[in-house]
């Protein structure tokens, strides 16, 4: 095993582990995660840049004026110096960019998607002691402070914009059609931020097709999760097959079809069919 592979598995090994804590951190998980997509420093001591965006988010936390506030005291403070001062946010382009999903170098460019940006806000809120939390609103990630039920919102994807109710209502007719309903309100755990930051990565490698190698690693990462979609299995293996390493692909498309099978057993032959159209490949 070379050097390389062995720090990837190492890295995945933390990941895991991290992910299957009793208050997994949201901050490291996303750093390792950009750790597949930026590529080393030889010979630096923190070739991925993790130790130091810790530290930029310490550093960040650290501006925010000392004392306890409301919660819209925090939120204006928190615009104020992360999208005022340090001039974080978002714009179109910003979605057809990998890193832009990279918490190292969301934290460097100071742009990022809706999601990546929220991070930045909730960590660095976090460690300053203000009480914050992401919300997964359909379409586009905000971030909210104090007691869920007030609904002090802000977009950090605007620079750190108030968000008011009538707001997240347009936010998520706009994306989806469909009123805002109050459970899209509720705290986006860690874990389930993370998955949807990988399925953008996943969503940016699948407009990529020279770019499968992206969206291997941001299936695995997801497989890596305890609590993922199965589909993924499948996913994977269909992937492998498009990559060319058809017996690996093959493989686990049977092993998946085991896991179908008695629940949809037409579904499963038909998966077992591609795994051996898969092999077939090779003769």
């Known amino acids: 095993m070379s050097s390389e592979d062995a720090g990837r598995d190492a890295r995945r090994k933390r990941f895991a582990e991290e992910a299957r804590a009793e208050r997994p951190d949201l901050a490291l998980l996303c750093l390792l995660l950009g750790a597949e997509a930026s590529p080393p420093s030889p010979g630096d ?4 840049g993790v130790d130091a965006a810790q530290i930029e988010l310490d550093r960040l936390a650290g501006l925010l004026p000392y004392g306890a506030r409301g919660a819209r005291a925090w939120a204006s403070a928190l615009a104020e110096l992360l999208g005022g001062r340090c001039g974080f946010g978002g714009s179109s382009p910003d979605y057809q960019r990998l890193e832009s999903s990279v918490l190292q170098q969301v934290l460097r460019r100071r742009r990022g998607l809706p ?20 919300v997964a609103l359909p379409g586009h990630f905000v971030v909210g402070f104090g007691d869920p039920a007030e609904r002090v919102l802000a977009d950090p994807f605007a620079g750190g914009a108030p968000l008011s109710g009538e707001d997240a209502e347009l936010m998520v007719t706009g994306a989806t059609g469909a009123p805002l309903e109050s459970s899209m309100l509720v705290p986006a755990r860690p874990l389930e931020t993370v998955l949807r930051i990988l399925n953008n990565v996943r969503a940016w490698a699948s407009a990529r097709p020279e770019r499968t190698d992206v969206a291997l690693w941001a299936l695995e990462l997801s497989l890596l999760l ?58």
């Open 115 to 134: 999601i990546l940006l929220s991070v930045v806000w909730i960590e660095v809120a976090r460690r300053a002691g203000a009480p914050v939390y992401g």
């Open 45 to 48: 001591a923190d070739p991925y």
């Open 226 to 283: 305890p609590a993922h979609p199965a589909r993924l299995r499948y996913e994977r293996a269909q992937l492998l097959v498009q990559r060319g390493e058809f017996l690996r692909g093959a493989a686990e498309m049977d092993e998946y079809a085991e896991i179908v099978d008695g629940i949809e057993p037409t579904a499963a032959e038909a998966i077992r069919h591609r795994a051996r159209a898969a092999r077939a490949l090779l003769n």
